[in-house]
């Protein structure tokens, strides 16, 4: 079973950058899809963006030319790069990793990490 780490949230003023990373306790070449996922207190778990490994990313409108994922499959770690961060970026982030982009979507995922908390103030 592999293993999902976050690391990298924190508290950042609104426009300022994260970048989060997601080490895997193994090889994440066989995993097609990787993503982050977030949820904020009262609001639904949101899909907020993924990639395959084609390096295929899609990602959510809301953080569309703010945000890129990236994957190190020789590191065994996924990244999100966050930029131009707004109050409503605030939320608890989590990587995930699926056997396809599909099952992402339905936010079936095989495997999960515990969150990282990210908090943009205004």
């Known amino acids: 079973q592999v293993q999902l780490v976050e690391s990298g949230g924190g508290l950042v003023q609104a426009g300022g950058s994260l970048r989060l990373s997601c080490a895997a306790s193994e090889s994440i070449v066989s995993i097609y899809a990787m993503g982050w996922y977030r949820q904020a207190p009262g609001k639904q778990r949101e899909l907020v963006s993924a990639?395959?490994?084609?390096?295929?990313?899609d990602y959510a409108e809301s953080v569309k030319g703010r945000f890129t994922i990236s994957r190190d499959n020789a590191k065994n770690t996924v990244y999100l790069q966050m930029n131009s961060l707004k109050p409503e970026d605030t939320a608890v982030y989590y990587c995930?990793?699926?056997?396809?982009?599909?099952?992402?979507?339905?936010?079936?995922?095989?495997?999960w990490g515990q969150g990282t908390q990210v908090t943009v103030s205004s």
């Open positions: 990639i395959t490994s084609g390096r295929i990313a």
């Open positions: 995930v990793g699926a056997r396809s982009m599909g099952r992402m979507y339905l936010f079936l995922n095989d495997y």
